[in-house]
């Protein structure tokens, strides 16, 4: 190889060189870059936000998602969009009464917010909706309202996340639509999420915008699916009512004593009432009631129903017992039973109750 050859190739070799460092720190340039956009732009977006959120909710992250929600905020314009016309049509109410349940619902609303928020986040923790238990205040109806029934009104449990749409910037603030579909009516529906920069520059969800829209489109829905299934199945019901009434009459007589105590003979025979001829009337009623077709509204009003059939069946059935083995026991067991069956009944006939109201409210448009 000459020395002209030789130095051609090395020319060429260190623009080689050159041409790599240049493009090797034009890749580190871009990385930085890239870093630094994610690091100090990216992260500071309604759209980081919302992909955190989901990663959130996926992860069963409750603290990761309580810093991309202003949970304060939310569940508080969401109660106030659950409540706020809950007594405007109900014509058995004299205007005195309306004022009063108005305020009794006002004075609540921390508890019931704050339930709202625990359940919420439960429900992201542990993937179920647990209802308040042990002394909680919201457990039972010790608080004046049946805490299940609210759940259900929200329709938080019978939402379904389908996807995020457009999100539009508005200075600090933006709207995000988040495409849902209700599940019992498969109904869909776009709600709009307002959010909020918080001050350390991250964004936060801080109301939904349209939650009232959404109720006042899936209630009606709900509400003529329940009265058409509630007129189906009135005849069974109106048919065990008589039947249970008799049942009733006939156990008082048993378990009539001057002494307070059953007799080994009243036990014997409240047993086989109760075996043989309560509990498979139970069965067979809600046999009847299976058979009718629940339209897809009236899902939750149906499984209370069995839900309270169920609970009946086991507590006649820890009663039996105690008659058998004249166990105390067996006794308490029964009793508990059955409030829990009334607190189910009780919870039926409002949804019947407030299925009869809603027919006063006029159409939406």
Not at 153 to 180: C, K, P, Y
Not at 189 to 207: C, I, K, N, P, R
Request: a neutral charge.
């Amino acid at each position: 190889m000459d020395d002209y050859t030789w130095k051609r190739r090395l020319r060429q070799r260190r623009r080689r060189q050159r041409r790599h460092l240049f493009l090797f720190i034009l890749l580190i340039a871009s990385l930085v870059s890239m870093t630094v956009w994610y690091a100090f732009f990216y992260t500071r977006t309604p759209e980081y936000a919302l992909k955190q959120l989901s990663t959130a909710i996926e992860d069963r992250n409750t603290d990761a998602f309580k810093k991309y929600v202003n949970m304060d905020v939310l569940s508080s314009r969401a109660y106030d969009d659950l409540t706020v016309d809950l007594f405007a049509y109900d014509s058995t109410l004299t205007p005195k009464s309306k004022v009063m349940f108005e305020k009794f619902y006002i004075m609540i609303k921390p508890q019931l917010s704050m339930g709202l928020e625990n359940a919420a986040l439960t429900r992201i923790e542990t993937g179920a909706w647990n209802l308040p238990d042990g002394t909680d205040i919201l457990k039972g109806r010790q608080l004046g309202i049946d805490f299940e029934r609210f759940i259900e009104r929200s329709q938080l449990r019978n939402t379904t996340f389908v996807s995020i749409g457009n999100i539009e910037h508005d200075g600090s603030t933006a709207t995000a639509e988040l495409n849902i579909l209700e599940d019992y009516t498969q109904t869909p529906f776009t709600l709009q999420l307002v959010m909020e920069q918080a001050e350390d520059g991250h964004w936060q969800v801080s109301y939904i915008k349209n939650y009232k829209e959404y109720l006042d489109l899936i209630a009606p829905l709900q509400n003529s699916d329940i009265a058409s299934y509630i007129d189906n199945t009135q005849g069974i019901v109106d048919e065990y009512n008589g039947i249970f009434e008799e049942y009733q009459r006939r156990f008082r007589q048993l378990t009539a004593t001057s002494s307070g105590q059953l007799s080994a003979a009243q036990r014997k025979k409240i047993a086989a009432l109760l075996e043989n001829e309560v509990i498979p009337a139970l069965k067979k009623r809600q046999q009847k009631l299976d058979e009718v077709d629940i339209p897809a509204g009236a899902q939750y009003l149906a499984r209370q129903r069995q839900h309270s059939t169920e609970t009946t069946i086991k507590a006649w059935q820890h009663f039996i017992k105690g008659c058998r083995d004249n166990s105390q026991a067996e006794f308490s067991t029964a009793e508990t039973l059955h409030k829990q069956e009334l607190a189910i009944d009780l919870r039926v006939q409002d949804i019947i109750r407030h299925t009869a109201i809603s027919k006063n409210i006029p159409n939406l448009p």
